[in-house]
């Protein structure tokens, strides 16, 4: 079976897919083109600091330079290293609802939950100016979740932390730098494999939406439903008073 994760972080574009993935790094003060007449493109910068069109940002931070304009990089006295991710004209836009922000700082993004434990911050998408896709950073505690599918097609990148992919055939370990594709509808599982330690993974999708839009088959939803409720019963049962007698005693 061909091996999905690609630890040079390349991800090419396919034809039924308007999402590619490559690394960007640039030396000190370093310049760059960003952007094209076709593509949406997505930056996460991950290392080091610059500028965009002049204005500062520094790592972690999201960069957007939507279809039809180009945008001057520049890194920092230290340079840059970064993820592109440019988004072609062949996907559904999602409405905006938001003031466009081609600069987004992590630090600064609101954190919402996803499947089991699983949390992520939103950098990009349709509430800032992004209607083509969605970049979003993604907190997987240690362990798995149950086998799950989504209805959009997404990159991730590895950040940080150590784990697995789970698709058809053997698990492919995931390390820093590392990245793969999901396509519609693809039942797969991302594994923290450590004891403690988060798996922080950076995902582009499309169409533009939430990351915490995940669908279950009815046996694993059966299986997982039953799994929260007995440790919650469990709780009740613990924590259930018992009323006094009548006699007082």
Known sequence: ??????????????????????????????????????????????????????????????????????????????????????????VDLHAPFGPAAAIVAAESAQQGTATGARSFQVLHGPANGSTRATAFIGFIPPGKAPRHYHLYDEIVWVLAGEGRLHLEGEPEPLAPGSAFRLHPRERHIVENTSAGDPLTVVGFFTPAGSPSAAYLDPDVAAAYHLARSVPAEREMRATRTVPPRSDGR
Do not use: Q, Y
Request: with cysteine.
């Open 1 to 90: 079976m061909t091996e999905r994760v690609n630890f040079r972080g390349a991800i090419p574009g396919e034809p039924e897919a308007a999402l590619a993935l490559a690394p960007l790094r640039l030396g000190p003060n370093e310049r760059a083109a960003v952007g094209d007449g076709a593509c949406d493109t997505l930056l996460l910068v991950h290392a080091g600091s610059g500028t965009l069109d002049g204005v500062p940002f520094a790592a972690v931070s999201s960069l957007h330079v939507a279809a039809g304009r180009t945008a001057e990089l520049t890194a920092g006295h230290r340079g840059l290293e970064a993820v592109m991710c440019t988004i072609g004209s062949a």
